[in-house]
């Protein structure tokens, strides 16, 4: 058994004086362990079901025991089913999510820095670490940008759910004839790598400049560039076209340490470009199934109807206010259940 044979790694002499192998050994070792886990919940609760079946027979429980056995077996058995969506390398990785303001000024700006609290109420409720590592404010109100990084196992292969346009449409709090306006901001999810994955980055295609970090913190915050914007000329290998990957990071005071995160936001979205490319020519060959398209609208949030709705699969919900303080669980799960099946083609 793989998990068993990894345990005895772990234990050997010298395991971890190789960082890289250790790691990769010990994501391994975590990532079966919770499916040893899930099977023996499901296995458990199986058992509890017949038992409480067998019960009622002889008068020892009542049906509402039998129907609460049952609920909770489905319940770990859909859980289970909903963990095999995530199959992919990618699906185990932490991940960054980047919110644009959509044109509108206050308006959309409003927007992002609502899908900002959304998803960070969604990180804290699964205990995923959140950072966040580049900000800019509104005009006004509101964001104009955001990213943040959000650290735990399997992070990315749920998020990549909420890649696409979010429209919302309320009675705006900015209009003093109350008018109905609708507002749109899109939501970037990119796996955030790590140790384990190797990712080139050509040393000749970067550059860097130093700004001063703005926002709150302190008098001497304006008076050293410890913001870093790092510019990477990237050439498409398929097409040959050549593009510049900005990223911009102000998380801490030290210019070294804010470098070293660029880097890692960098190494991410070059990883994430070439999972695209695995998919473009995947998708090529599904052309029978209903297709995904990233940059499209994704879901509408209409506040005033009181209605949510995901375009692509159709689910929705009325308790808008939820969804707001970050309940989107099942809007994650209709999507991974259409459109995450395990690949089983051959490549």
Known sequence: MELEEDDLRSQEPGFWDDRSRSDEVMKRVRANKKWVSAYDRVHS?????????????????????V????????RLTEEAELANMLQGEEDQLSAVLKIVAGAGGTESQDWAQMLMRLYQRWAEAHDYKVTVTNLQDGDDAGIKTVTFEIEGDTAY?????????HRLVRVSPFNAQGKRMTSFASVFVTPLVDDTIEVYVDPAKVSWDL??????????????????????????????????????????RKQTENR????RLLRSQLYDREL????????????????????????????????????????????????MDGDIDPFIKAFLMEFGAPDTSES
């Open 45 to 65: 609760a199986v058992e509890e079901l017949a038992l409480a079946s067998d019960y009622l027979k002889e008068g020892i429980v009542e049906e509402g025991d």
């Open 67 to 74: 129907d609460a056995a049952y609920a909770e077996a489905i």
């Open 157 to 165: 292969g749920y998020l990549k759910s909420e890649n696409g346009v």
């Open 211 to 252: 700004f001063r970090s703005g926002g709150a913190g302190g008098q001497n915050v304006n008076k050293v560039e410890t913001g870093v914007r790092l510019r990477y000329q990237y050439t498409d290998p398929d097409t040959g076209e050549t593009e510049e990957i900005l990223i911009e990071n102000t998380e801490t």
């Open 260 to 263: 070293e995160n660029a880097m």
């Open 276 to 323: 695209k490319r695995r998919n473009a020519a995947k998708a090529k060959i599904e052309a029978g199934k209903k297709k995904i398209e990233w940059g499209s609208q994704i879901r509408s949030y209409v506040f005033d109807d009181r209605r949510v709705k995901d375009h692509r699969t159709g689910y929705q919900t009325s308790n808008v206010q939820a969804v």
